[in-house]
């Protein structure tokens, strides 16, 4: 089982570009989650999904889009990318067992984007 | 909203020491807390997960605790080897039945040989 996997793994846009990231999972997982990780501020939410076809806003959403049209794989889309958003993009899946959502999250190991 | 507080400063042992590290939350104590840990350029992997009514819970040389008066999580490695020296992440559920999660920043263990 390959986990959670993450293409491209290093990017380098000007700034106005567009590009999507992609995120794949394996492991038949019901949730998935775009992240952001930058200097000092841990983890952010971006955008998550409960299901295939469902998405929903995290805590910094702006400026991003994201789409479920299959179960195994979670797209993130830039349309204009800015400076800002220059960081290291997580994807993260859960299982989700009805009646429990105590379960741990499975990452990949990131994408690398510079906005210049 | 629920902020997570994890010293920012590097923690440095000695090998073959007990490594604590601290992770502390200052709203309304969650239904459970998660500890990840994360190597250079690699992303978070999931170690331990506590519940709210669980003390403590134990993996081989790693213990977590959870005390939800003083709303505090604590991290031990026992037995520390340099290979343990990483990032790890405190990370506390966000509420629903999302499985979303709050992470904090993060503490860096150096563990010396």
């Known amino acids: 089982n390959a986990g959670v996997t993450q293409t491209p793994k290093f990017r380098v846009l000007k700034t106005g570009q567009s590009m999507t990231l992609l995120c794949a999972q394996d492991?038949?997982?019901?949730?998935m989650y775009w992240y952001r990780q930058d200097p000092g501020m841990g983890l952010r939410l971006i955008h998550y999904?409960?299901?295939?076809?469902?998405?929903a806003k995290g805590e910094v959403p702006d400026g991003y889009n994201v789409s479920r049209l299959k179960k195994q794989n979670f797209l993130l889309g830039l349309e204009s990318a800015a400076p800002s958003q220059t960081s290291v993009y997580f994807c993260?899946?859960?299982?989700?067992?009805?009646?429990?959502?105590?379960?741990?999250?499975?990452f990949g190991d990131g994408t690398r984007l510079s906005i210049l | 909203s629920q902020k997570i507080e994890q010293n920012s400063e590097a923690l440095n042992i000695q090998e073959g020491k007990t490594a604590t590290l601290t992770c502390n939350y200052t709203?309304?104590?969650?239904?459970?807390l998660q500890w990840y840990r994360q190597d250079p350029g690699r992303g978070p992997v999931f170690l331990l997960l506590?519940?709210?009514?669980?003390k403590e819970k134990r993996k081989e040389r790693l213990k977590v605790t959870f005390d939800t008066t003083l709303k505090q999580s604590l991290f031990h490695i026992t037995a520390s080897q340099p290979a343990d020296s990483a990032t790890y992440l405190c990370?506390?559920?966000?509420?629903?039945?999302?499985?979303?999660?709050?992470f904090g920043t993060g503490t860096l263990l150096a563990v010396q040989p």
């Open positions: 993260a899946s859960s299982y989700s067992p009805d009646g429990d959502s105590n379960q741990p999250q499975h």
């Open positions: 492991m038949n997982h019901e949730y």
């Open positions: 999904s409960v299901g295939e076809g469902t998405t």
């Open positions: 709203n309304y104590s969650p239904a459970y």
């Open positions: 506590i519940r709210e009514n669980e």
């Open positions: 990370a506390l559920e966000d509420g629903g039945a999302t499985n979303k999660l709050i």
